[in-house]
């Protein structure tokens, strides 16, 4: 099946800071990506639907200007979390369309002290 | 997307089938039933999808009823690294997106 990666597969960061996650489609490419989060004991959140060329698509209540995503090739997309808090403290995971199925990335633990 | 509804959570002993059901009473003739599992902190990972017909491959069979309102996932021989969460997802080919539910925990006991 098609492999999709994240990097960091986790990182701690200083409250203020921001933090950048890579998600790339390993053996195919994806015009379309898309950012989860997941807190504890609950099921994953779409947050954004991130489009090869073009600006993301957020979903309600996500608020695009904490949370940029960029998707500037067809194997890569980033978000990055701007001005992280604790709140924000979360698994992060992406997933990459192929052939009308989407596959997942590891995740992403980000703890923010 | 058409929601979907799962049991909260089943158990099932190591060598045995699990079945784990779906309801999906409002799916569109255009819409896929897709199943996914999550291993505690890891992403999810894909099992299998079908649209109308009853779906095998390596690692499940999928049985959708003729109605379609329901589905059942089978692992015809559980193993305890089955325990996970599964989600039941229902969407079409051109939504992108999925949308997860609660899921069911499943618990593979020895």
């Known amino acids: 099946g098609a492999v999709v990666s994240q990097h960091p597969s986790w990182v701690i960061c200083k409250s203020g800071t921001s933090v950048k996650i890579e998600c790339r489609s390993l053996?195919?490419?994806?015009?379309?990506m898309f950012w989860y989060r997941q807190f504890p004991k609950q099921s994953l959140m779409l947050m954004a639907t991130s489009n090869e060329g073009s600006k993301a698509t957020y979903e309600q209540g996500v608020e695009k200007d904490k949370f940029l995503i960029n998707h500037a090739s067809l194997t890569l997309s980033t978000l990055t979390v701007t001005s992280a808090h604790p709140e924000d403290s979360s698994f992060y995971i992406c997933s990459a369309e192929a052939t009308d199925t989407q596959y997942f990335g590891p995740g992403t633990r980000l703890t923010v002290l | 997307d058409a929601k979907t509804t799962q049991p909260p959570s089943m158990d099932c002993a190591e060598g045995r089938a699990a079945n784990l059901p779906c309801n999906h009473s409002?799916?569109?003739?255009?819409?896929?039933v897709y199943w996914y599992r999550q291993i505690h902190s890891q992403g999810p990972q894909y099992i299998i999808h079908?649209?109308?017909n009853n779906e095998t491959n390596e690692m499940a069979s999928l049985i959708i009823t003729e109605d379609r309102k329901s589905s059942t996932l089978i692992l015809p021989h559980a193993t305890l690294r089955d325990t996970a969460v599964y989600y039941c997802i229902v969407k079409g080919t051109n939504a992108g997106k999925s949308t997860f539910g609660d899921g069911t925990t499943l618990t593979v006991k020895p």
């Open positions: 053996d195919f490419q994806a015009t379309t």
């Open positions: 409002t799916i569109s003739g255009n819409e896929y």
């Open positions: 079908g649209l109308k």
